[in-house]
């Protein structure tokens, strides 16, 4: 027997509803088995994937991941504050700790990726401090100053209207998350040990475009970018 749709809450986003229903008669009709196995055995993904909350940018789509595969933490601008126990809350390095002492994932991807609204937005207060928008907020403003260092290292003048200036400041943010996760001691250890690896991207929303980095040379180096060329041909019909 179908149950009723009219019991929906009224409020909730229709397009949602939308959505699931969809979910419901496709991936999870097709992999029942897979989310019953995920739910009686529990998650044990191998890479944990630290990315920007930004909505063009869900890790899940770009790896095409399934359910179980990628242990997701995404908050603004991909950013995790160094090591630092005390009384505070800290989300990020909780989420951190149960991946990597909980799950025992073996990679960490730190992903970044173009027109970062957060990486613009400190750009933005940097050069015009009295910007009412974010620089009086309760929490994201102080969550930005994170990439205070980041574009210290690229140096000059801080031009949030130039491009380029941009998404060096953006890869350099990715850099500086790099260096907060092996402030962690349980990272050194591990990493050391050639139990955890460490590795970070930078996704081209518009392009689809792929980097990596390289850190013996500190440049980012495209990845797969045969397929990303094909992707771009046009059809012969």
């Not at 009723?4 to 409020?11: A, N």
């Not at 991936?27 to 998650?43: C, P, S, V």
């Not at 095409?64 to 630092?84: I, M």
């Not at 933005?124 to 969550?143: E, K, M, Q, V």
Request: aromatic residues 10%; charged residues 20%.
């Amino acid at each position: 027997m179908q149950a009723d749709d009219s019991q929906t809450p009224g409020d909730f986003p229709s397009h949602l509803v939308d959505g699931y229903k969809v979910f419901l008669s496709g991936r999870f009709r097709a992999e029942q088995a897979r989310f019953r196995n995920l739910a009686i055995k529990g998650q044990r993904p191998t890479t944990m994937v630290i990315g920007c909350c930004d909505s063009r940018v869900a890790p899940e789509a770009i790896f095409d991941a399934g359910p179980g595969e990628l242990f997701v933490l995404r908050n603004v601008a991909a950013l995790v504050p160094p090591y630092e126990p005390d009384d505070h809350f800290h989300g990020a390095s909780a989420a951190l700790e149960y991946a990597i002492m909980a799950l025992e994932v073996e990679h960490i991807v730190v992903l970044g990726h173009a027109q970062c609204g957060g990486v613009r937005a400190f750009a933005d207060i940097t050069a015009n401090p009295d910007t009412p928008r974010l620089s009086h907020s309760d929490f994201i403003g102080d969550w930005i100053k994170m990439l205070a260092p980041a574009m210290e290292r690229l140096g000059g003048a801080v031009d949030p209207e130039n491009p380029a200036y941009l998404q060096q400041l953006e890869f350099e943010a990715i850099k500086l998350t790099l260096s907060h996760l092996r402030s962690f001691p349980m990272v050194q250890v591990l990493e050391r040990r050639g139990y955890l690896h460490l590795h970070a991207a930078y996704f081209g929303v518009s392009d689809g475009r792929l980097l990596a980095l390289d850190e013996e040379s500190g440049d980012f180096r495209p990845i797969a970018a045969g397929a990303h060329a094909a992707a771009y041909e046009e059809s012969r019909f």
